[in-house]
């Protein structure tokens, strides 16, 4: 008779997955080679799945469970199919520094997108506090708490904001994201010293590109919750995002969507737009707006077959 159990996919290379089974236990395992064929999910992090022990002693994932959420991007590269960062989420944990690297904030804007588009919350964390002076970070990153996010301002030096990250985590699975050497590895080991992840040289790395953290991991909480630590990006890809569902991708948008002339607007150069109007009033940040229109732009450039 065989022993099947359900659990939780930690980590996985070449085809061999680590599973949390619901004994606590972490479980080698590969995939069955019928469900391999049949399956057209691929396994991500974070996915539940049933592991099967054969009478050998091996255990195999025989069965996928169906997700709750995900976080999905575009496959690096050129290529156009999406990629499943990490399944069974439920927030997105943008880190960017205040120096080392320069924060872009523009680029943050595509992480928050991304994370809308796949309908997850997400709070912003500005590590590395320590390294420029306290109004500095706070004015780069203002526009964010103006659109509505939780913003962390936080050093693994000094460990300001530490506790208030660590009790937003609590009992949730969280996916930190950011580009690489900004410190998510290392805040994660700050807040729960067991992880013992690896973490990059100082500094002049950064700007080589040269990744610490090689794969998505997920890890347990010692109180439950989960927390994701993902190698840095340097490109994220928008994926199968359609250019008129962008709006509502940015939350400070969204209280005027429906107040426009046009009911398709754009919001790019249709007259009585209600969002253009809030941009000129001061109400949507300009930079976000400008966020917002460089990124439909490269939607509708885009190939329709993502
Ligand atoms: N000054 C300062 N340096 C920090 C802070 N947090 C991390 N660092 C440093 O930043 C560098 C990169 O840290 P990592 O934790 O490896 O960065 P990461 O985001 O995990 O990078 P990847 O795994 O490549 O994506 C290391 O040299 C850390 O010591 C901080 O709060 N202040
Ligand atoms: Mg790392
Ligand atoms: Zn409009």
Redesign the pocket.
């Known amino acids: 008779m065989s022993v099947t159990l359900v659990g939780d996919v930690l980590s996985g290379t070449g085809g061999i997955w680590h599973v949390r089974t619901s004994d606590g236990e972490v479980r080698e395992a590969s995939l069955r080679g019928r469900l391999k064929k049949a399956t057209v999910t691929k396994i991500a992090v974070g996915d539940e799945v049933e592991v099967e022990q054969d009478p050998s002693g091996a255990w195999a994932i025989s069965a996928i469970h169906p997700r709750r959420s995900r976080l999905a991007r575009r496959e690096p590269g050129s290529g156009y199919g999406e990629r499943v960062v990490a399944a069974n989420v439920d927030q997105v944990v943008v880190?960017f520094a205040t120096a080392?690297p320069e924060p872009h904030t523009r680029m943050l804007d595509r992480f928050l997108v991304i994370a809308e588009a796949n309908e997850l919350i997400s709070r912003v964390v500005v590590?590395?506090v320590?390294?420029v002076p306290e109004a500095d970070a706070a004015r780069t990153f203002a526009d964010y708490e103006r659109a509505g996010y939780a913003v962390h301002y936080?050093?693994?030096?000094t460990r300001a904001g530490l506790d208030t990250l660590h009790d937003s985590l609590a009992g949730l699975s969280s996916i930190f994201s950011?580009p690489?050497?900004?410190?998510?590895?290392?805040?994660l080991n700050a807040m729960f010293p067991g992880l013992n992840l690896r973490?990059?040289?100082?500094?002049e790395s950064?700007n080589k590109g040269r990744?610490?953290?090689v794969g998505a991991v997920m890890h347990p909480l010692p109180d439950g919750g989960y927390v994701v630590?993902s190698?840095?990006l340097r490109e994220v890809g928008m994926w199968q995002l359609a250019s008129d569902d962008l709006d509502r991708c940015f939350p400070e948008f969204r209280p005027h969507l429906g107040e426009c002339r046009f009911g398709d607007c754009s919001h790019l150069v249709e007259p009585g737009c209600a969002v253009r109007d809030a941009v000129d009033a001061g109400e949507i940040s300009a930079a976000r707006y400008d966020s917002y229109a460089r990124l439909r732009a490269e939607l509708e450039e885009s190939p329709k077959k993502w």
Do not use: A, R, Y
């Not at 936080?154 to 030096?157: F, L, M, P, R, Y």
């Not at 690489?180 to 805040?187: F, M, Q």
């Not at 973490?199 to 500094?203: A, M, Q, R, T, V």
């Open positions: 880190v080392k590590n590395k320590d390294l936080t050093s693994t030096k950011g690489s050497g900004v410190g998510k590895s290392s805040l973490i990059g040289e100082i500094s950064v990744h610490t953290t630590d190698p840095g």
